[in-house]
């Protein structure tokens, strides 16, 4: 992936359009590297050459390599809200099956080239301190809390039937979907999501509108 940068000005400013434009590229081309090297080979330099503009260019958007880590973290946040958990609590998409389906589809879609790399990373990061370490820690808990939220509205909304603990459910609906993204990304088959979407139907039981395949099979 390379833009469009004039070697002698590819450094424009943070804020106006143009440098807008620059870091969004910036902040995808971290992303594909991060997904598919790990975080910690997302370099200065490792980054500059992907998207095609000089190191001092970066340095226009990142003073350091921790700062342009945990500005990947975020992107990725941002993304994971877009996709998955923008519309939790209202209107049509609202409800825990309507959840889990969006988010086996933003795996099944390969939003990140490589997969999420956040708790890849988490895992990695897990014995250091600093800032890099929490923020991802923060992230994996930010996800378990979307599901342990949409898992007492269904219990108050009778879509889980029995009612279901929402610590616990959140823990192991998280960890289908986890293994289901990892086995996605070694095994590359598709059959891999009609066993989640059965694990998931096994676990919760009957929801009222269960979440569906892609290629139109429920478990």
Same mark, same amino acid.
């Given at each position: ?62 003073? #350091? ?24 609590? #209202? ?13 086996? #589809? ?7 080239? $490589? ?51 929402? $610590? ?52």
């Amino acid at each position: 992936m390379t833009i469009d940068a004039n070697p002698a000005s590819d450094s424009p400013r943070r804020g106006s359009k143009q440098g807008q434009q620059t870091l969004a590229a910036i902040l995808t081309a971290a992303c594909k590297i991060a997904s598919e090297e790990g975080l910690e080979q997302l370099s200065m330099r490792r980054l500059a050459a992907a998207v095609g503009i000089s190191k001092s260019g970066l340095y226009a958007h990142f003073t #350091s390599k921790e700062e342009l880590q945990l500005a990947t973290i975020a992107h990725v946040r941002e993304v994971f809200e877009a996709n998955v958990a923008a519309t939790l609590g #209202s209107g049509s998409d609202s409800g825990l099956a309507a959840l889990l389906d969006r988010w086996l #589809s933003f795996f099944e879609r390969k939003k990140f080239p $490589g997969g999420c790399f956040l708790i890849v990373s988490a895992v990695e990061f897990a014995t250091r301190q600093g800032p890099v370490a929490a923020a991802l820690t923060e992230a994996l808990d930010r996800e378990i809390a979307v599901l342990e939220t949409a898992v007492e509205a269904a219990n108050q909304t009778g879509e889980l039937h029995p009612q279901r603990d929402p $610590g616990q459910t959140a823990f192991e609906l998280h960890s289908i979907l986890m293994n289901t993204h990892a086995l996605s990304q070694v095994k590359r088959d598709p059959a891999v999501f009609d066993r989640a979407r059965t694990a998931i139907h096994t676990l919760l039981g009957e929801l009222d509108h269960p979440p569906t395949s892609k290629r139109g099979t429920r478990p």
